[in-house]
Nanobody, 126 residues
Framework: QVQLVESGGGSVQPGGSLRLSCAASGYTYGTTYMAWFRQAPGKEREGVAVIYTRGGNTDYADSVKGRFTISRDNAKNTVYLQMTTLKLEDTAMYYC???????????????????WGQGTQVTVSS
C-alpha cells in the first residue's frame, strides 16, 4: 500500500504561482509513475502532469504546458507541482496519484492509477 498526502493548495490571483507537494509513504519502492490530476466542480477528473519516478521523464496536459512543472525528490519520496501564471480555469481540487504500472497512457487516465491522495484545493480568483 502507498499513502499519499498533498499540501500547498490555497487561493491566488490570476498570474500568481503555487507549489503543491505530495508526500508518499508505505511501499513506495514499487511506484513507477506519480501524477497530478485535478477536478473542477461538475467536471471529470483530468490528468495534469506525470513523472516517471525511476527516470524523471515527464508529460503534461496541453492546457498547462509551459506553466506547470512536475518534479520529484526520491530521497524524500515527494513529488511537486510548481504552478505559474495561474489562470481562473486552473481552479480545482488537485489530487496526487501513484501507480506501479510499467506504462501509463497519454493523456493520463484515472484508471491507470491505484493510489490517490485526499486532494488539495487551488482557487484562482481576482
Amino acid at each position: 500500500q502507498v499513502q499519499l498526502v498533498e499540501s500547498g493548495g490555497g487561493s491566488v490571483q490570476p498570474g500568481g504561482s503555487l507549489r503543491l507537494s505530495c508526500a508518499a509513504s508505505g511501499y513506495t519502492y514499487g511506484t513507477t509513475y506519480m501524477a497530478w490530476f485535478r477536478q473542477a466542480p461538475g467536471k471529470e477528473r483530468e490528468g495534469v502532469a506525470v513523472i516517471y519516478t525511476r527516470g524523471g521523464n515527464t508529460d503534461y496536459a496541453d492546457s498547462v504546458k509551459g506553466r506547470f512543472t512536475i518534479s520529484r525528490d526520491n530521497a524524500k519520496n515527494t513529488v511537486y507541482l510548481q504552478m505559474t501564471t495561474l489562470k481562473l480555469e486552473d481552479t480545482a481540487m488537485y489530487y496526487c496519484a501513484a501507480t506501479a504500472r510499467s506504462w501509463v497512457g497519454s493523456p493520463l487516465r484515472v484508471t491507470d492509477f491505484g493510489y490517490w491522495g485526499q486532494g488539495t484545493q487551488v482557487t484562482v480568483s481576482s
